[in-house]
């Protein structure tokens, strides 16, 4: 403020001071032209002509002329008395006439008569017209010179000088300027009031900070919002970018240059969600891209104004991934300790029975025991040689184990064929839970009992086809629409999850679609009134196709009624073939597996062996059953719809050709 203060003197200052040089040329033209016009009029005067004309020409005699008369006919000549006459009328300070020698013949001190003028008079006397600034014997004067001619003639016979003080032009110089300080004084008073209030309005906008503070503030927030880790994105109360910094464009996928209308950003439904309704210290998960991030939004207030929001972003796509594996891993270790508890209660039998003295009964007890494995115990009848990778079957053990604890079993299909190891198990694993934990928890929610889960495996030439289906009441029409955007759920709010429910569907979904693949909903199912199951598949480029519908009146142990997912991911899977020896074999493209055509021998292909692989006696005609050529008969078969009164299985495609040390 003080500088600002001292700028404003100094610009009045400057004003005034121009003003005041400005005031004195002027005033010195005004008085100059003044004592000419006198000047003129006194050359001008016939009677002043002639008198002049007359001491000039006496002047060329010897002896003769103004220098040689005594002063005092000079002070008593009717010239010198109209010269007085005219300064007194005119207010000069002098008025003088002299001849074409410059002798004055007219003065007001008597003493300066028949003296020569004590200034230049050549510019009058060759004709011409003088103005000019003299400092003489009377004082600092301002001086008009014009030629006297002789009558009737434009011979010049002498001069008329006038001069006036230069203390009368300082006078009303002084005066002008006092009449202008109270305006210098009123302008010095407005400029300092306008300071003032400048400063206070800059300090208001300012919060109180000086210059250099909002300098190294301005240095230090591009430092911050640059460096920080996180994605920062200010809208103005307008709801039009302000502040938008590298990590935010990075992780939306947006040129959010200031200025722009959050409208024409193009972030997902769930982050304007967000943006329209911000709220502290709320969280949410979204999806944008390939990438999961954390959201949260809030108002930013200042004595009760709204100036805008605040959104900012956070990258959880790395910690999602590693907490999917974390949860994997609490899922399995849940599993091991759960057989721990199952192998001792079998040491107890086997000591039982061995104390008893029952050898025959504990052989056969072992016997029993030494056909199934843990993949055996929590996935009952299936055949490990079908699914060669050992992260799957552990994932698959764990979850199975996982949905037992909650009163859901989890089968595998018998189309379940995958011969080749999982090259990117993050990827299978992320769309296989997601998918698994939805079915289990519409079975255990849904109103059919017993409450089951069928997942199905496939892998074809690179590609996984995962086909889950569960046995719950169905996706609600209402929410079938929308059933893959974030934020949309079917289950209710979880409080455990402080980033909302909504995220895993739409998260599965982009996984296979980064890898070329897609994950869709290829059966709603129903509720049980309804007559109809569900069915969910996600289907990604590299995963295996559903596997062929069952027909009507299939065994109570399948799984109906629910929805059925469909995931195809590609490149999943390993390109190399088994090795010779191990007794594995390639993935078949199911046209060549299901197109009856045999092995390439020209053999029937043999039967994928499980469950599914004999005629059940207890199940009706109807029943499905693997035939020679690998593909599944009965009503609806391979049509991957729910045929008859009975709702079928998972829609699958004929399995590929089994290696003959795989034949039961």
Not at 222 to 236: N, Q, R, S, Y
Request: charged share 20%; hydrophobic share 40%.
């Amino acid at each position: 403020m003080l500088l600002q203060c001292a700028v404003v003197t100094l610009v009045v200052s400057t004003a005034f001071g121009a003003f005041a040089y400005d005031s004195e040329q002027r005033l010195t033209r005004e008085y100059q032209q003044r004592a000419l016009a006198v000047a003129r009029t006194v050359a001008g005067e016939p009677a002043v002509r002639a008198d002049a004309d007359r001491w000039s020409a006496a002047a060329e005699r010897p002896g003769g002329g103004a220098a040689h008369v005594s002063r005092t006919v000079l002070a008593g000549s009717p010239l010198n008395a109209r010269a007085e006459e005219v300064r007194r009328a005119a207010g000069a300070l002098f008025v003088v006439v002299t001849d074409d020698r410059g002798t004055r013949l007219t003065h007001p001190d008597p003493a300066q008569l028949g003296r020569p003028v004590s200034t230049d008079p050549s510019v009058a006397l060759s004709g011409h017209e003088e103005l000019a600034r003299h400092h003489a014997h009377l004082g600092e004067e301002v001086v008009a010179k014009v030629p006297v001619r002789a009558p009737g003639s434009r011979e010049v016979v002498g001069e008329a000088n006038v001069g006036v003080s230069a203390a009368a032009v300082q006078a009303a110089q002084t005066r002008v300027l006092l009449s202008g300080v109270g305006w210098l004084v009123a302008a010095l008073l407005v400029g300092l009031a306008a300071s003032v209030l400048l400063a206070q309005r800059w300090k208001r906008l300012t919060l109180g900070l000086e210059p250099e503070e909002l300098a190294t503030l301005v240095q230090e927030h591009e430092a911050v919002l640059h460096g920080i880790g996180e994605g920062v994105l200010a809208l103005d109360a307008g709801d039009r970018v302000t502040v938008a910094n590298d990590e935010v464009r990075r992780l939306l996928g947006v040129d959010a240059a200031p200025g722009t209308p959050v409208a024409e950003l193009g972030l997902t439904p769930r982050v304007r969600a967000v943006l329209r309704r911000p709220a502290a210290g709320r969280a949410v998960m979204a999806v944008v891209r390939e990438r999961v991030l954390v959201v949260s939004a809030r108002t930013v207030r200042r004595e009760g104004r709204r100036l805008g929001t605040l959104l900012t972003v956070q990258d959880r796509t790395a910690v999602e991934s590693l907490t999917r594996q974390l949860d994997a891993v609490r899922t399995m270790s849940g599993a091991l300790r759960a057989q721990r508890h199952e192998f001792a209660n079998r040491l107890h039998v086997l000591f039982g029975l061995l104390r008893s003295g029952q050898p025959a009964e504990a052989t056969g007890y072992l016997e029993a025991l030494l056909g199934s494995g843990p993949l055996g115990e929590t996935l009952p009848d299936f055949d490990d040689k079908a699914l060669r990778d050992s992260s799957l079957r552990a994932f698959l053990s764990a979850k199975a184990a996982a949905a037992r604890e909650r009163e859901v079993t989890l089968v595998l299909g018998g189309g379940t064929w995958v011969r080749r190891t999982v090259t990117s198990p993050v990827d299978v694993t992320t769309v296989l839970g997601n998918l698994v934990d939805n079915a289990v928890d519409a079975a255990r929610s849904g109103r059919r009992v017993p409450r089951r889960v069928e997942v199905e495996l496939i892998g074809l030439e690179g590609e996984l086809l995962i086909t889950v289906a569960d046995s719950g009441d169905g996706v609600d029409p209402a929410r079938r629409a929308d059933l893959f955007d974030e934020g949309v759920s079917t289950k209710e709010p979880d409080s455990a999850a402080p980033t909302g429910r909504g995220i895993g569907l739409p998260l599965a979904r982009q996984v296979a679609r980064a890898r070329g693949g897609d994950l869709r909903l290829t059966d709603p199912g129903a509720p049980p009134q309804a007559g109809t199951g569900d069915a969910a598949t996600a289907d990604g480029p590299g995963t295996v196709g559903g596997a062929a519908g069952e027909a009507a009146g299939e065994p109570d142990d399948r799984v109906t009624g629910g929805a059925v997912f469909v995931a195809r991911l590609p490149g999943v899977l390993a390109d190399d073939e088994d090795a010779p020896g191990t007794g594995g074999g390639p993935d078949v493209s199911p046209s060549r597996a299901g197109s009856g055509s045999g092995t390439p021998d020209g053999t029937a292909p043999i039967p994928h062996p499980g469950p599914s692989t004999s005629t059940s006696t207890s199940t009706s005609t109807s029943t499905a059953t693997n035939t020679a050529t690998g593909t599944r008969s009965g009503t609806g078969a391979g049509t991957g719809t729910r045929a008859g009164a009975g709702a079928p299985r998972i829609p699958s495609p004929a399995r590929p050709d089994v290696p003959p040390e795989c034949a039961t």
